[in-house]
């Protein structure tokens, strides 16, 4: 069975509770608020049903209150600082993105939702990591826009406005956000050649489209195929009572899979 809890954790709460009932064996979590694991972690383990939890990783703190929680995912600092490779290579082999030649990135920010452990990390890590490949940087502007196109087109339409030629990157916490970020582009006055450069995250393939198009640079390619047979093989494990010994599990917690750069040159490789 899947339920979708459209963002509201109370409704989550019992969505689980009702799957509980039902008798599941494993429950697989995307939890709204990372922060407000206690109702389904007290739920889980007054029944002794396993939770998996997924997408957004809880605080390690919340995730060592049971025996039997665990999470699945990737490394939010890994796409991060990959994002951030992405954007410093492009800025040191292409004379042309440095748009006033002043040797200093000019960028701006479209991050996820608020206080979403990804979001926080992978802005964090991507200029950390541009920092530390020699590329002086000036942050401009920053808007939130919930991983969502539309949303990030609005926010970026509204920093064209503000920073007229002066944005020379923007980083992207994901692919449509970026996507939106170009979507803002194409209905701009710049001409194509005077585009920022545009990153962003997770490999989607509309993602993986605009990176062989060339209107993204690249993307840093999140292993969902990986992650979601991961799930599998955890909550079939479990639900025997298999050894989990050959599931490679971090501090007996954790599944992650690393994520992948991809530029111009390989994207080919990742679409389809």
């Known amino acids: 069975e899947i339920l979708d809890a459209s963002g509201n954790q109370t409704t989550q709460n019992e969505q689980v509770r009702t799957l509980m009932e039902k008798g599941c064996d494993v429950i697989c979590v995307n939890l709204v608020d990372r922060t407000e694991p206690t109702t389904i972690t007290d739920m889980a383990e007054k029944n002794n049903i396993p939770i998996i939890f997924f997408n957004r990783e809880l605080v390690a703190e919340d995730l060592e209150r049971w025996s039997k929680l665990y999470y699945v995912g990737a490394d939010a600092f890994d796409s991060g600082r990959i994002e951030g490779e992405l954007a410093a290579d492009a800025f040191l082999t292409d004379d042309g993105m440095d748009r006033n030649q002043d040797r200093i990135c000019q960028y701006v920010v479209l991050e996820g939702e608020a206080g979403h452990q990804d979001a926080i990390v992978r802005t964090e890590y991507a200029v950390s990591t541009i920092i530390d490949n020699g590329v002086e940087v000036e942050k401009l502007a920053y808007g939130i826009a919930n991983w969502n196109r539309a949303q990030a087109q609005t926010k970026m339409t509204q920093m064209l406005a503000e920073y007229d030629g002066e944005i020379e990157l923007v980083i992207a916490n994901n692919d ?14 710049l001409k194509r050649a005077d585009w920022p450069v545009v990153v962003g995250i997770d490999g989607t393939d509309v993602g993986l489209a605009a990176v062989a198009s060339g209107e993204m640079v690249g993307t840093v390619y999140n292993d969902k195929e990986g992650q979601a047979q991961a799930m599998l093989d955890l909550a079939y494990a479990l639900s025997v009572g298999d050894t989990l010994d050959d599931l490679n599990l971090e501090n007996g917690k954790y599944i992650r899979l690393p994520y992948s750069k991809v530029g111009s040159r390989d994207v080919k490789n990742y679409m389809k």
């Open 176 to 189: 449509d956000m970026a996507l939106g970020a170009i979507d803002a582009l194409k209905t701009s006055h």
